[in-house]
């Protein structure tokens, strides 16, 4: 753990605006409710102004709008959020895998890994794989053949990439594979989480963008295009040869049908099925709302007869029109 | 394989009151279906009364309102299902890996395992992990440094305890990442499924409590706490942040989202997305119904349509008020 | 790589009639989209018949009725996209692992594994285990004591096949651990996506029949009877004792709830959660749409309120047979 730091430290390495006590003395981050004294913490959602007044952290970020709220020590930035992760990156230093390839991972010698790479126990890297600079693969890795990883990846236990696609066709009641002749490329500054797969393609490889973050069990099926810095959280899953744009967030769960296509920043929430393509940035959701058992039985039993529903109410209308009329 | 035993051997061990002839003799249990001649079935469920009267196996164990049901041997006692599993438990005697380490597992020398516990072929063992008495890793599980592991777990191949939890800041277009500085917390007596995956916490650590049993391909994000003796079935998920009480069921595919918190003895069904906190113990649900495709299309279409329905409803409930009026 | 081929040795191979130039030298497939010189491309569904006029392709594979939409050189055929696996399969014949056991993987002495079989790195092989031949086993598939895996089978990395079920009985709070005594067969000419788990069974065996398909992170409950030549998409589940019959497909993100029975020929699609069992081949679909998320957040409030909305509607109907009564 590195530090402590003094609040006019911390800003002279990551910019910001102290106001009140520059001196205080700050070794660790943490939340509003939990910090204690000689820790910092955050204010970046309005919704926990009520917080901040319980707070007993020694010193807080925040943006200029809520700079009044306090009169703790404070550091006023435009991105709190963002100035945060940079604190705790300062207090709390990555101490990642050393580097090198550890002795019990199986490497193929026509693999190419950078010397400041990190290649963990038990990981296993196969043939014409390349893996960039300062890129750390956690234990358990697997890397199929011909598969390109770029530099400053961090890619969690358990992650597969490059495994085939699931290319099958229907042949007289079987199924005849269809070769997955292409391979994953993945561009700089990805992070790939636990038990994640992204698999090769069939004829083109599959493409993860600079700066693409994945959640643990994420699935990317083959062809697809993952567009820079677009995020996933866990257990998201697309299928195949799908396209996603840039800037992007997929939520927890959420499943994107094959080959469509997802323009840029578009924002997908948890649980929610994209069924044809988006071409208009916003936020989309499809999840279904959960009641107590009873209520969610009742209610959702007339799901299944919502178009006689709408049939009765358009005779409603008709009837009602025609006497109506009758009046009129 | 264990006994055999007589009816009476086995509730001298596991209490209980035999009805029958006590004497006969037992190799294996079986369902009421499949059981045949040596083996030991069970009624729990009133709705398979029907395959009771149809059973093969030579004795039953069932509760005392089901005592009369049939004339074969028969152990009466409280929770059948318990005892059934106890009765298995006495026939198929647990055997697991040898204790001690794998020689093919990588385990740091700062970990501390205790001598009775098995590390499976392939584990990776991280710096300062603990792993109580008893317990058992099969192959191929990782656990990433500092993560505290109880007494007499068992957890399953492909699992992966403590990779970095999903945290990233946006930033000008770009994801700055927050360090995960937490480990995970795991009680006695817990049990991890196949490729399940637990997060560390980013400040403080994700706490799995006793008792609690997880099955394969369940996703637990950072900082989420689960309360003692709650069950999560195959593919379920919890979000950042969120805590779960005690003696609760998550059912498959079931989604707790980020930052929630569900109290004690909540149920919650399968594929349901719970998207607010639960205050009240209960079931809840939010499944959406399948039909045959034609008329899912039919009615889902009408799903988009439903505030639009509401309406026309409420003006027709107006219309027809005025001309009651008129006529009233 | 293997080839090139003229149109006529492609089909002196695999079948087909040639039509237009049978000189034509191909060198690799392609999609009808991005194919050029030297690339063969196939049309199999009629709504790409528009990217056939523009394709860069040197040679397509069609069927009958396609045959006179392109003066191209080109294999009509009944099946083209079965055609096509195989003509890909020709230029890209598999080079899968060197047969044998990888030095790193820990195989039992009791293990019974076919000497054309291909088992790769850090693959954990248990007790008793067979494998049949020609299989092949990516890196860090874990296959548990006593599992069969037939002949042909393809086990993609990370895989995990015979864990314990997820079998438990609640016992005065706690959980009761219900031994699994059974194990999984698995046919031949499975395939088997990257971390796929299969649980054993409790007292049977969870069955896999020839030719099933399996994608990525697909989990099968204990005792479940997969039937022949069943596919099932990424992300897929089937709950304990679920049977599933054969020449099935199952969409991505799908789950078959525990105990029910889906006869053979049933499509089910994406995310579709199947919640009795099914008698009658056909195509099922539980899918919630998506919507932006003003509109889905209003319509999906009256979800909760249906069964209201129905009672209104059913009001609104007597009402006005009381006035039609009034006035008939």
Request: proline share 4%.
């Amino acid at each position: 753990m590195a530090g402590p730091y003094t609040l006019a430290q911390i800003a002279s390495q990551l910019g910001g605006r102290v106001v009140g006590d520059a001196q205080v003395l700050i070794r660790q981050v943490g939340s509003l409710e939990r910090a204690g004294q000689g820790q910092i913490a955050f204010l970046a959602n309005p919704k926990y102004r009520a917080k901040l007044a319980r707070t007993g952290a020694s010193a807080v970020v925040l943006a200029p709008d809520a700079e009044s709220l306090t009169a703790l020590p404070r550091i006023v930035c435009d991105n709190p959020y963002a100035y945060f992760a940079r604190v705790s990156q300062l207090f709390n230093p990555v101490v990642r895998q050393a580097k090198g390839i550890h002795p019990s991972a199986v490497v193929s010698t026509t693999a190419r890994i950078s010397s400041s790479a990190s290649i963990g126990a038990g990981c296993v890297i196969g043939d014409e794989v390349t893996i960039g600079e300062d890129s750390c693969l956690y234990p358990a890795v697997v890397v199929y053949p011909g598969c390109r990883i770029g530099a400053r990846a961090i890619v969690h236990s358990g992650a597969v990439i490059g495994a085939d696609g699931f290319g099958i066709a229907p042949d007289g009641g079987r199924w005849e594979k269809i070769p997955q002749a292409g391979a994953v490329v993945i561009g700089d500054d990805v992070e790939i989480g636990a038990s994640t797969t992204i698999d090769r393609g069939a004829m083109d490889d599959t493409v993860i963008g600079d700066g693409v973050k994945l959640d643990n069990q994420v699935q990317i099926g083959h062809n697809c295009r993952i567009g820079a810095h677009t995020a996933m959280a866990g257990c998201a899953a697309v299928a195949g040869s799908a396209e996603i744009g840039s800037h992007c967030t997929i939520g927890a769960g959420a499943l994107v049908l094959g080959h469509l296509s997802i323009c840029d920043h578009v924002h997908v929430s948890a649980d929610t099925v994209i069924s044809r393509s988006i071409r208009e940035p916003g936020t989309y959701t499809g999840m279904f709302p959960f009641d107590d058992n009873a209520s969610w039985a009742r209610n959702t039993a007339l799901v299944r007869q919502l178009a006689e529903l709408a049939d009765r109410v358009r005779a409603l209308e008709q009837k009602l029109k025609e006497k109506g009329g009758g009046n009129g």
